[in-house]
């Protein structure tokens, strides 16, 4: 997740100070990826010492205002037409927890996916709940459109993850078959 370009989407509206930033940005994602104000701040002072980003006075309250430069906006610009890199996919907890499972002493590795996909059914009926809700608002306001999409993907993630579950247990049947049939 790309906190350094989400920061500089928001910019693009307009001067922001930090918390009112991260509030934006929780909106926006439906607070899916809270952020913590320090990550908050320490992007912007990364940012503006990159360029991207540079103080334009305060507020009425005394609080520092950033505003997006040409060279952020440039950046941004970019960010948005380049697609995300699929080359090195992220580490995935869950596979890895599987992978060391298989084989290891004293687990079954049955219990664990079944223990993951009950996980996975509970939060997925949390997400189709909270896209509901926000249907039922006929979303207009551009933080509601963007959190309905932010919640869809969260959908389709936990769909696959389910499926991909259910494809391991397959898989694990098959070679449990296997090995007590070819022994």
Same mark, same amino acid.
């Given at each position: 997740m790309s906190i350094r370009h989400g920061l500089l989407a928001l910019l693009e509206r307009g001067p922001r100070y930090g918390s009112r930033l991260r509030t934006e940005f929780e909106?926006?994602?439906g607070a899916t990826w809270p952020?913590?104000?320090?990550?908050?701040?320490? *992007?912007?002072?990364?940012? =503006?010492?990159?360029?991207?980003? @540079? +103080?334009?006075?305060?507020?009425?309250?005394?609080?520092?205002?950033?505003?997006?430069?040409?060279?952020?906006r440039a950046e941004l610009r970019a960010w948005f037409t380049r697609p995300v890199e699929r080359a090195s996919p992220p580490r995935d907890e869950l596979a890895i927890k599987l992978a060391m499972?298989?084989?290891a002493p004293g687990v079954d590795i049955r219990k664990v996916v079944e223990a993951q996909r009950r996980h996975? *059914?509970?939060?997925?009926? =949390?997400?189709?709940?909270?896209? @509901? +809700?926000?249907?039922s608002r006929a979303p207009a306001r551009t933080d509601e459109?963007?959190?309905l999409?932010?919640?869809?993907?969260?959908?389709c993630h936990t769909e696959a993850e389910i499926r991909w579950l259910e494809h391991c247990e397959t898989r694990l049947l098959r070679l449990t078959v296997t090995k007590e049939g070819g022994a």
């Open positions: 909106e926006r994602t952020l913590n104000i320090g990550q908050v701040y320490t *992007t912007l002072g990364r940012l =503006e010492r990159d360029g991207m980003v @540079a +103080q334009e006075g305060e507020d009425e309250a005394g609080r520092v205002l950033y505003a997006l430069t040409p060279a952020g499972a298989v084989g996975v *059914t509970d939060a997925l009926h =949390e997400y189709v709940r909270q896209r @509901a +809700q926000v249907l459109v963007a959190r999409l932010v919640l869809e993907q969260l959908i």
